[in-house]
């Protein structure tokens, strides 16, 4: 039989719900998700309470390392990101542009994207919403 593959160390960058079965199926996969990166807190609902993305909420439950920067290329972010030793990134709807120096951590040397329409095309804030319309 032949050895089972390595496990690949994966760091997760998303923010909103559409990204949390993304992250849930990764975590419940055979590789490693040694981080997870999302967007601040931000206020919420009717009273306005600073509350945690859908993804950092995931992160939280699951016991895994969770950055929260207000720009991913600040180079504490940067410095904790490259301290996960990551062998690949997974982006799902993370919400910020990622600087070169983001993009060339993972040791396997990129990044895979997965988008809710055609890019650079329908790109913005609503995806989905153009790629219908």
């Given at each position: 039989m032949p050895p089972a593959p390595?496990?690949?160390?994966?760091?997760?960058?998303?923010?909103?719900?559409?990204?949390?079965?993304?992250?849930?199926?990764?975590?419940?996969?055979?590789?490693?998700?040694?981080?997870?990166v999302s967007q601040p807190d931000r206020p919420?609902?009717?009273?306005?309470?600073?509350?945690?993305?859908?993804?950092?909420?995931v992160a939280l439950r699951e016991g895994l390392p969770l950055l929260r920067p207000e720009k991913v290329g600040e180079a504490d972010c940067v410095e904790a990101l490259r301290a996960l030793e990551p062998d690949l990134g997974v982006v799902v709807a993370f919400g910020q542009f990622l600087p070169k120096k983001v993009r060339e951590l993972p040791s396997r040397g990129y990044l895979i994207n997965a988008h809710a329409s055609l890019l650079p095309k329908l790109r913005g804030a609503a995806p989905i919403a153009r790629a219908i319309a």
């Open positions: 390595p496990r690949l160390r994966l760091v997760f960058f998303g923010t909103p719900e559409i990204a949390v079965p993304t992250l849930e199926r990764l975590i419940a996969g055979p590789h490693a998700v040694v981080g997870v919420r609902g009717r009273g306005r309470k600073l509350s945690p993305s859908p993804v950092a909420e």
